[in-house]
């Protein structure tokens, strides 16, 4: 049986979210408030045996390196409002904490490294992370972190990748929900998974409908990159290079 790591004494907020829920209480009550809020908030984030932790903030949307790769990604949040005190809460953030935030980033990303590497928890509402192996702390729904193995994480990642993520406007594959995704990983047990999932990409019936300049292995690689949350390894800090997802058929 494989040994799991102890859970890390550091967690890794993800700050975004905490920013959000704070700037949009703030529209209602008193802004003058707002570094109770975030306090009241992180009371309720970090998990019992934390020491320090680390706020997670993403690079903005148009920076994204997965623009680069699929530049619908999250186009269908362009033009939606945000919370009035947004930016107020973020600086506050960046001004009492320690913060991290890294050009082309993603929140996700940072909590997805920090995770993998099992230097902190990583503390988020956000289902998606259960695609990075690591501890992991749902404060909405768990009393304790989890820890999820690197057979797990894959395994969610592949069934995002087919899937998709209609809110971030990451089609997948056509009428691919993650029940029938898992379905056909089940059916594919002892075959060339990765491989048919980009089979998958190049065949008509599952191709998504919607106007595409992307088709076969491209089409499938950018929906892969975009749903995949970065691992210890995958940035290099001293470049500032990504290294990007490389399938591996045929093992």
């Not at 929906?223 to 691992?231: G, K, Q």
Request: glycine letters at 4%.
């Amino acid at each position: 049986m494989e040994k799991i790591p102890p859970c890390p004494t550091m967690a890794a907020i993800d700050a975004d979210i905490v920013a959000y829920r704070v700037a949009f209480r703030a529209e209602s009550d008193d802004p003058a408030f707002i570094p109770q809020m975030i306090e009241e908030c992180l009371e309720n984030w970090l998990p019992a045996e934390t020491d320090e932790f680390t706020m997670c903030l993403s690079c903005s949307r148009k920076d994204n390196y997965r623009r680069e790769v699929w530049p619908r990604y999250k186009m269908s949040r362009e033009g939606q409002p945000t919370p009035e005190y947004l930016s107020e809460v973020r600086d506050y953030m960046f001004d009492v904490y320690n913060c991290e935030f890294i050009d082309r980033l993603e929140a996700d990303d940072i909590l997805g490294m920090r995770a993998s590497g099992y230097e902190a928890v990583s503390v988020t509402i956000d289902k998606d992370l259960r695609c990075v192996p690591g501890w992991h702390f749902n404060p909405d729904k768990e009393d304790a972190p989890v820890h999820i193995t690197e057979e797990e994480a894959d395994e969610f990642f592949l069934v995002q990748w087919m899937a998709g993520d209609s809110t971030d406007t990451i089609p997948g594959l056509w009428r691919i929900g993650h029940k029938r995704a898992r379905s056909f990983l089940k059916k594919w047990e002892g075959e060339d998974i990765i491989q048919n999932i980009i089979d998958m990409y190049s065949d008509k019936k599952y191709i998504p409908k919607h106007t595409c300049d992307l088709e076969d292995l491209d089409l499938a690689l950018a929906m892969a990159r975009c749903v995949r949350i970065l691992r210890n390894g995958d940035y290099d800090i001293i470049t500032n290079e990504i290294d990007l997802w490389v399938p591996k058929v045929g093992v």
